[in-house]
């Protein structure tokens, strides 16, 4: 009688947890969808703590509005304060902005099948679900505590030849220098010419994965930002970090 007393209890506590799981989706999508007027599709969803919310944080979903998936963000309530929400569907789509702009630039640099994605870092009180149509380029002439990051993926065949990267990557670290943020950098990843690592571009603005943990043959990267130093092309080789093994 005491397994089955047991065996019930878990069951229950599964199925309980799983309905609180499609819940806190729901509460999170409900209020997305009422904020931007929107649709939008849940990709994953992360399970949070009913029990220490505070310390571990509640539930969150990556989503996308409905057909838009390169438009991926990160939504959820907060933590401390019950029917609070957040969301980086805002930054989501000032990256999209970014990518635009910097487009021409960086295929004519790094070539036309290169993979790249603006990374947009701001503090959660900086910025809210009203600039949704604002430009970045107006929201940051008040706002300059923002960083920006181009991360690169670029497939080689075999150990990359850094002196070809070597201005294409000062030049792109220029241009981000006339944005007037207070963080900007530039990431590239030289990787296997067979691996398929699209789905890593895409959501490199909240899957927060560096080229090492990568799950792919990565042959070495280069970062560099405002922080560097950097004068010259002739210093950017400096920066190359081939990968173990």
Known sequence: MKKWIKLTAAILFVIMGGAGCMSSESKVVDHLEKVYAEEFEVESTKEGSDIFPEMYGKDKVIAH???????VFIAGESRNEAGVFYDTYVLSKWSKELDAKYSDQIKSDFGQEVEYKTLLLAQGDKYDPSMIDIPFSQYVTENKEVDVTVKIAIKT??????????????????TLKKENT????????????????SDYIRTSNINNIPWSNLKANVYGTIMVDNLTGINSPDEIAQHYDKSEG
């Open 157 to 174: 065949d075999g150990e990359p030849d850094i002196s070809k990267y070597a201005e294409p990557v000062y030049n792109l670290l220029e």
């Open 65 to 71: 509005p409905e057909g838009k998936p390169e438009l």
């Open 182 to 197: 207070k963080f900007y950098g530039v990431s590239v990843g030289f990787v296997d010419e067979s691996e398929d690592i």
